[in-house]
């Protein structure tokens, strides 16, 4: 079973570029999680998931930044006109169900905003 | 509210000595308490977690952590470190709620063993 995938792993973007992050949960997991990791810091929650529906998207800045999980494929970060604050470990876990707590994580992918 | 507090971004110990990783968390309700581990430039790996039951849980690769309700507290040990425990650590806190549930990370411990 493979685990969650996340592509690309390093992305580097020039300021007012599109950043768009890939993620494809576990096989049978239906449920999405976005964390932003900046350097030297713990994770911060971002957005939670299910397919075609967001769930909670506190932690999403309210510019910028909209994550989608279509019914086909996998969820998307989009981050538009990416500035260097950007510049972070973006990681995506997945669960089976939304009552479980065990998260599944990804192994990242590494945003570089020049 | 919950929030998760990890006492010392950094922890050196030698080979073979004991690991002792401090978390302390804050929580409205029962709380559901996770360790992670992160090696360099991968994702968060589950080393163990407490949900309900036993208050000593066993985790992977010889560590445990005790849940510690009195002292809101969720400490991390390994009675003698390996050079491969060196990695950053993270303890986290979740709790469901009508939109699912939440997790809270700490901002991490990085444990450095000395041979």
């Known amino acids: 079973n493979a685990g969650v995938m996340q592509n690309p792993r390093h992305l580097v973007r020039r300021r007012g570029q599109e950043a768009r992050l890939r993620c494809s949960p576990m096989k049978g997991h239906s449920h999405v999680y976005w964390y932003r990791q900046l350097p030297e810091e713990g994770l911060k929650f971002m957005v939670y998931l299910q397919k075609e529906n967001i769930i909670d998207e506190s932690g999403m800045p309210k510019e910028r930044f909209s994550a989608e999980f279509p019914k086909e494929g996998p969820s998307i970060l989009r981050i538009q006109q990416v500035v260097r604050g950007d510049s972070a470990a973006y990681f995506c876990a997945s669960s089976p169900r939304w009552e479980t707590y065990e998260q599944y994580f990804g192994p990242g992918t590494r945003l570089t905003v020049t | 509210a919950q929030s998760v507090t990890q006492l010392g971004s950094h922890v050196s110990v030698s080979e073979g000595a004991l690991v002792l990783l401090r978390c302390n968390y804050s929580?409205?309700?029962?709380?559901?308490l996770f360790w992670y581990v992160q090696y360099p430039n991968q994702g968060l790996q589950l080393l163990l977690k407490y949900t309900t039951g036993a208050t000593l849980v066993k985790g992977i690769n010889g560590f445990e952590a005790e849940f510690k309700k009195s002292e809101t507290s969720f400490h991390l040990t390994k009675p003698s470190a390996h050079m491969s425990d060196a990695a950053e650590y993270f303890c986290a806190v979740s709790s469901s709620g009508t939109g699912g549930f939440k997790t809270i990370f700490g901002a991490g411990t990085r444990l450095f063993v000395k041979a």
């Open positions: 929580s409205s309700v029962p709380p559901y």
